[in-house]
């Protein structure tokens, strides 16, 4: 008897059905059988598979419709009346089984008596030469189950391919595909989830899920243009609660609903702004219907986002709904875009002031928790509109406008912007035109002319849709605004090709699916109309879709290989440090280009106060933002970057360059470092103690490029440069950026710039060191381990508390605490802050021994400082050491703070300590020192 029946559904798909048919038959477990079911095609398919009956008349059988079924339950159904197997698969013509899916998917059943076994599914996307995992959490690690409420996330995968099935747990269920509806799929698989008596899961890739998003016919599941594919999906869904309410689910009818709300609402309202306006009517007059039928709860348990755009669809307020999708991004793939204002009510952040008359209303729409409004300009990706479109002869009028959320860009940031027509086949060429852009009702607006026959010369054939961009200037940042069109806008206005007139002589407006504004090349006279025709007829074939493709991809691949971090590192070590060396020139560079601080900064202002003759060039990573404006500027990881960095006699840094960059023997790499040492540091480090022995040698030939190390104490020299290796010169000039803190700085212009009120209420800063999510891994929101509303109440009218995150945190700070609480994250310069503050809040971070040198008030808030110490490891006993109170809960930190003038006394003599053994080097010459010694002496000494 066969082990595993294999069904294979297909209609007019001659050309992938044998791939699918092989990835069955080539299977490391050999007793599969294959029975294929053609669905009435009209091509090329009854022939194929008679053909692979032929070649394995043993293995495969075949069965042909007389009438197409018009989906896949039918099908389906036919193959399992027709199979022989002890167990069943499915899989669709277009998708390829792992060579190891039955014989894993078969021992897990063997093994544990399961009548179902679900593994893996991957999609894969040919086009793209990209695949990610479906819903990979649910398949992290093995599990057998009694019943799916022991796993309820097993909902969240309704596929039916990537299973395997007992036949006579479905013929003992009476379990069959529902036929004349599509997302078979979701009904079939919740009834085998439900009837099932013991489930087993398998964390191993079982199939491959093919999505080919250039084809000419779409899949079912991409089809969601047709508002049939919604109208179905809802029925499903209703025939779903039925077999919960007959199984009494309640539970698991409130996991369904949330995941309709995370995920199927969101599908379709994504594609909402290409649609037009008849399908936006009968699209909410269907799905409002349906979120009627919702368990309430659903709202309280779904992300944030997602339950925005279910609130917005059951209020009938598309606009609000494709705003919040466009913040969820799509599929965890690329930016999220911001094309909600946002409004501030009673220091709360709402997306939206509609809907805010009721507490439901409220309580969805707030999204303060989120901290949007903590975030820096650029990284919220705002969006734009195209609102008006006008020809005149053949000049294109537009102009729209864009968001500007809780008017963060203030009416003083001086105001520029071009529009920018992008090849959307080939990223890097666009034209540009000027754009003007103005402030007006919370947002801002723009408008352009345009002459496409004289401003816009695409090539023609290979480029035949070009998106809209905006880039706007404002103040320091530098945004790339994405333009979508809230209705889809119908004109066409005159265009040249390059290279003839066949290729299109208009350019067509249209709305593609990700709802941005594009223009297409279309052709209005006859033999460009044959020519086009033609070209889309053969991309639109198979072997033309393929040759095509390869040709799109060859390019993108040899522009990803100029573009590449390996491509220019291996054209810097060659090439570029061969060039004659620039020995006037500096690199200077601050916490990975992030910043414009620390150390780096000092000797950089040091060096133009004295006059001296050098060029100074500033990397910085993402934005110019808080640069000086006068500063030479190479964005980190460019080839001018690259440039740079080989011609340049020094290098100063606080952190780490490129480590593959070679450094030539010419050149001076002055390493300031950015703060003394706590815990553990380079080899002393857990983590790398743990890795490898060329993982280690990699790092100590990375620290071996520095030429000077500066300390600050002899502390420093036993902790920190041991720890990371250094073997280069230790410069015991203590921390430029100390200077001030010794000396003294004017903060007048940063406290007005941060709006500090003048009142006589002390000012603490909170600066904690950076701390990881669960497990280690990298978060990029920080979790405040206080409750600041009761800070505020108890200590709000004696305190102002400035909350400044590590530079790789971000904290999140309810605009009603304003008065109370600030989040200064965005002041790039710490030092500034420091002179500002009547008293330091840390845990383990570095700016304790910065601090200590003001002689002023510090409190240790560290109440995981065992569990800290433990696992990082650490140079000194902190309870002993610390010039401060080290406190482990919110009341004593609150406490402390009440006394600051008690602490300053009572802790005085263990500050000036602390400054002896941590900061002995810090005499407030730092700066100059290092531009004496360097920069301004004999360079070759």
Excluded at 88 to 107: E, K, W, Y
Excluded at 757 to 771: E, H, I, N, Q, S
């Amino acid at each position: 008897m066969t082990d595993v029946s294999v069904v294979v559904i297909v209609y007019n798909d001659a050309d992938r059905l044998p791939g699918a048919v092989r990835s069955a038959l080539d299977q490391s477990h050999r007793n599969v059988e294959v029975v294929i079911v053609n669905d009435a095609s009209t091509d090329a398919t009854a022939g194929v598979a008679n053909a692979l009956a032929a070649a394995e008349p043993e293995r495969v059988r075949v069965i042909h419709r007389a009438e197409n079924s018009g989906g896949c339950g039918q099908p389906r159904n036919d193959g399992i009346a027709a199979a022989y197997g002890t167990y069943l698969m499915f899989l669709d013509s277009d998708d390829t089984l792992d060579q190891h899916a039955c014989r894993n998917l078969v021992a897990a059943a063997e093994e544990n008596e399961a009548e179902l076994v679900s593994g893996c599914c991957w999609r894969v996307f040919p086009d793209k030469r990209e695949e990610r995992a479906w819903y990979r959490g649910v398949y992290r690690e093995r599990g057998v189950y009694a019943s799916v409420r022991e796993h309820p996330q097993l909902l969240y995968d309704t596929l039916s391919t990537n299973k395997l099935y007992r036949r006579d747990f479905l013929d003992r269920e009476g379990l069959r595909f529902v036929e004349r509806l599509h997302y078979e799929d979701l009904l079939f698989s919740t009834q085998a989830y439900l009837a099932a008596r013991k489930i087993a899961i398998i964390p191993h890739r079982v199939y491959n899920w093919m999505i080919y998003e250039n084809a000419e016919t779409l899949s079912i599941t991409n089809q969601r243009a047709e508002l049939r594919n919604f109208s179905d999906r809802l029925e499903i869904f209703r025939r779903i609660d039925a077999v919960y309410a007959r199984y009494g689910a309640d539970d698991l009818k409130l996991s369904k609903d949330v995941k309709f709300l995370n995920h199927d609402l969101l599908l379709y309202v994504r594609g909402l702004r290409s649609r037009d306006r008849c399908y936006r009517e009968a699209f909410l007059a269907l799905a409002r219907e349906y979120m009627a039928t919702l368990d309430p709860r659903a709202y309280e348990e779904a992300h944030e986002l997602p339950a925005i755009i279910g609130f917005m669809v059951a209020k009938g307020d598309h606009e609000g709904a494709i705003t919040a999708a466009d913040y969820v991004g799509k599929g965890g793939v690329g930016k999220p875009r911001l094309t909600a204002p946002l409004v501030e009510r009673e220091g709360r952040i709402y997306w939206s002031a509609d809907h805010l008359d009721t507490a439901e209303g409220r309580r969805i729409l707030d999204v303060t928790e989120l901290g949007i409004h903590s975030l820096p300009l650029k990284s919220l990706n705002p969006g734009g509109r195209v609102t008006r479109m006008e020809r005149s002869g053949r000049v294109l009028r537009l102009a729209g406008d864009v968001v500007n959320p809780l008017n963060r860009i203030g009416r003083d940031a001086t105001l520029g912007a071009r529009l920018e027509f992008r090849d959307r086949s080939r990223t890097g060429r666009f034209f540009a035109v000027p754009a003007e852009v103005e402030y007006a009702d919370g947002r801002l607006r723009w408008s352009a002319e345009v002459e496409p026959g004289r401003d816009v010369r695409p090539l023609g054939f290979v480029d035949q849709s070009w998106g809209l961009r905006l880039r706007l200037k404002a103040g320091d940042d530098t945004l790339v605004i994405r333009l979508f069109a809230n209705d889809p806008l119908e004109l066409s206005v005159p265009v040249r090709p390059r290279l003839t007139r066949l290729a299109g002589d208009h350019f067509e407006a249209y709305v593609p699916e990700n709802g941005e504004m594009a223009f297409r090349l279309v052709a209005h006279g006859r033999a460009g109309r044959v020519t086009l025709a033609a070209l889309r007829r053969l991309t639109a074939s198979g072997r033309g879709r393929r040759w095509w493709t390869a040709l799109l991809r060859a390019e993108r691949r040899w522009k990803s290989v100029f573009t590449r971090r390996a491509t220019k590192l291996a054209v810097y070590n060659k090439l570029l440090i061969r060039l004659p060396i620039r020995r006037e020139t500096i690199v200077f560079e601050s916490h990975l280009g992030k910043q414009y601080s620390d150390n780096p900064k000092y000797i950089y202002e040091e060096l133009r106060a004295s006059g001296a003759g050098h060029t100074a060039i500033w990397s910085y990573a993402k934005s110019t933002a808080g640069f000086p404006k006068d500063a030479k500027l190479v964005r980190r990881g460019s080839w001018p970057y690259y440039l740079a960095l080989a011609r340049a006699g020094f290098w100063v840094d606080n952190q780490g360059l490129p480590r593959e960059a070679v450094k030539r023997p010419q050149t001076t790499y002055i390493q300031t470092w950015h703060g003394s040492a706590y815990k553990r540091m380079g080899f002393d480090e857990p983590g790398v103690k743990r890795s490898t022995k060329v993982q280690r040698a990699r790092f100590q030939r990375t620290v071996d490029r520095y030429d000077a190390f500066l300390i600050r104490s002899e502390h420093d020299a036993k902790t920190l440069a041991k720890g990371l290796g250094v073997r280069a010169e230790l410069i015991r000039s203590g921390y430029p950026r100390n200077d001030a803190l010794i000396n003294g700085g004017d903060t007048t212009g940063l406290a007005a710039e941060l709006g500090l009120p003048g009142d006589d209420r002390k000012v603490v800063l909170y600066a904690p060191t950076f701390r990881t999510g669960p497990k280690g891994k990298a978060q990029k929101r920080f979790e405040i381990p206080f409750d600041l509303e009761e800070f505020a109440e108890e200590l709000g009218e004696t305190h102002l508390l400035l909350v400044r995150p590590h530079y790789l945190n971000v904290a999140v700070i309810p605009p009603s605490l304003s008065g109370v609480v600030r989040d200064v994250g965005a002041v790039h310069d710490v030092t500034s802050l420091l002179l500002l503050t009547d008293a330091l809040v840390t845990d383990y971070s570095s700016l304790m021994f910065d601090y200590a040198l003001l002689d002023r008030p510090m409190v240790f808030f560290a109440p995981d400082l065992e569990d800290y110490a433990r696992t990082r490891g650490t140079y000194f006993d902190l309870r002993q050491e610390a010039p401060g109170p080290v406190v482990a809960g919110p009341d004593d930190l609150f406490a402390a703070l009440a006394d600051l003038d008690g602490l300053a006394t009572t802790y005085a003599k263990h500050r000036r300590g602390f400054v002896e053994r941590y900061g002995e080097y810090d005499r407030g010459t730092a700066a100059k020192q290092i531009v004496d010694r360097f920069f301004t002496g004999d360079h070759d000494a």
